[in-house]
């Protein structure tokens, strides 16, 4: 059955009633630009066939109570919970979702239904497509008349109250995709432009065998290269002289011509602490910044990271003009050199979804990338129409997991 029906079907069953509205939200798999979003820098995503139903009704108890087709622990949280105390991974977003929306709901609660198809800590989004979609399906269900700027907006606000520091690329993406197209988001200034797919290529999904868990130790992980990169974008700015409003992002930095040569001048190595005070940052932000276990005195590889970070911005761009040139091969070696600078600078990758990476290329992948934050999880791979099942059987002999084809699809809709 598929995910809405599903969905709708759970909460007649849960809840002996009709739902009052029922929201489907994609999952997503990023082509190109990673861990660029948080810097104020571009990526190049776009949403898949997988999705996440909910069903939603408002009642009078101001609770939230949600059952899952996918997690058997079902949810009974006060309208108020605080969402990063929910032992429940799943019961967080729940709780997330409501806290963004506050009195918007008058203080009443819900019944929720969900049914997914997308696997879940695959790197695919799948949190973001819970969030997206209940947030949709609350907005017709109480009348609230969120535009999408506002949907996506609260969704990210929503999977930072749950703990991630993330950027907002997942939310975005999810609410604003268009079928046929990838969708390049500028973020400084923001902006999103569709971008067509050449008809004879195919995308390929494939898990490396190892969960990518939105929590525990990989996002602490996550949370810590949001801090170094606003360190080493702190450092920039001074080095530069440039006057810049608010927290610097090497997103401003990099708009100043010589900031690329002064990456090779950030320290190779420093602890938040020192780095913090030389960029000016005060600590009590940084140990906000970082949400989960933080060590101010762990010594980040802050210049690694920047370089990571500024030559993905420029590789977002030579992809959106391969794949409007139609350029297979071009784009192939943007995703090997987006590979091996995660693995190598961005310190993100796993010897399994090395491997995985090198046994989609050797299938005939033009090329093959880690998707997502890292740290397990997902790689994607581009290939001619035709080679894509070489490619899948070569993914799932390598590391064992699910690999499939994904295209570009909508984004988040009511059913
Ligand atoms: C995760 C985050 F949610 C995104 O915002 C993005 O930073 C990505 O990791 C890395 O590119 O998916």
Same mark, same amino acid.
């Given at each position: ?139 017709? $269900?109480? &009348?609230?008349?969120?535009?999408? /700027?506002? *949907?996506?907006?609260? @969704?990210?606000?929503?999977?930072? =109250? %749950?703990? #991630? ?124 910044? $970082?949400? &989960?276990?933080?060590?101010?005195? /762990?010594? *980040?590889?802050?210049? @690694?990271?920047?370089?990571?970070? =500024? %030559?993905? #911005? ?102």
């Amino acid at each position: 059955m598929d995910p809405a029906a599903a969905a709708a079907a759970l909460f007649r069953s849960t809840f002996a009633a009709e739902p009052a509205a029922v929201a489907i939200a994609p999952g997503r798999v990023n082509l190109i630009g990673e861990h660029t979003d948080y810097n104020g820098l571009p990526v190049l995503p776009f949403a898949i066939g997988q999705s996440t139903a909910v069903a939603v009704a408002p009642s009078g108890a101001g609770l939230l109570e949600g059952v899952s087709r996918e997690f058997p622990e079902p949810a009974r949280l006060p309208l108020g919970a605080d969402p990063a105390a929910c032992p429940e991974p799943w019961h967080r977003y729940l709780a997330a979702a409501a806290a963004v929306l506050g009195p918007r709901l008058s203080g009443r609660g819900a019944r929720i239904a969900v049914a997914s198809d997308l696997p879940p800590a695959s790197g695919l989004s799948s949190s973001s497509a819970l969030t997206v979609a209940l947030l949709l399906a609350l907005d017709a $269900a109480f &009348g609230l008349g969120l535009d999408r /700027a506002a *949907l996506a907006a609260f @969704a990210a606000q929503a999977e930072r =109250l %749950a703990g #991630a520091e993330t950027g907002g690329m997942d939310q975005q993406v999810i609410a604003f995709a268009e079928a046929g197209a990838l969708l390049r988001i500028d973020f400084l200034p923001p902006a999103m432009r569709p971008v067509p797919v050449p008809a004879g290529w195919a995308f390929v999904v494939a898990s490396s065998g190892q969960p990518a868990p939105k929590g525990g130790a990989a996002r602490d992980a996550y949370n810590e290269r949001v801090v170094a990169t606003r360190i080493a974008a702190a450092l920039l700015a001074d080095m530069l002289g440039a006057e810049i409003e608010g927290t610097p992002l090497l997103g401003h930095v990099a708009a100043i011509d010589a900031a690329p040569v002064l990456v090779d001048e950030l320290p190779a190595r420093s602890s938040a602490r020192k780095a913090a005070a030389a960029a000016g940052i005060p600590l009590e932000r940084l140990v906000t910044l $970082a949400a &989960g276990a933080f060590d101010p005195d /762990a010594q *980040l590889p802050v210049r @690694a990271y920047a370089r990571h970070v =500024l %030559a993905e #911005a420029e590789r977002v761009d030579l992809a959106c003009a391969a794949v409007e040139a139609g350029d297979l091969a071009a784009l192939g070696e943007l995703m090997a050199a987006s590979h091996a600078s995660l693995r190598d600078d961005y310190r993100c990758s796993t010897p399994a979804l090395d491997a995985l990476v090198k046994a989609m290329t050797r299938a005939g992948a033009a090329g093959a990338r880690l998707t997502g934050a890292g740290f397990g999880g997902f790689a994607i791979a581009v290939c001619e129409r035709g080679r894509e099942q070489a490619v899948i059987g070569a993914a799932a002999a390598a590391a064992g997991g699910p690999a499939f084809e994904v295209a570009p699809s909508a984004g988040a809709r009511l059913a």
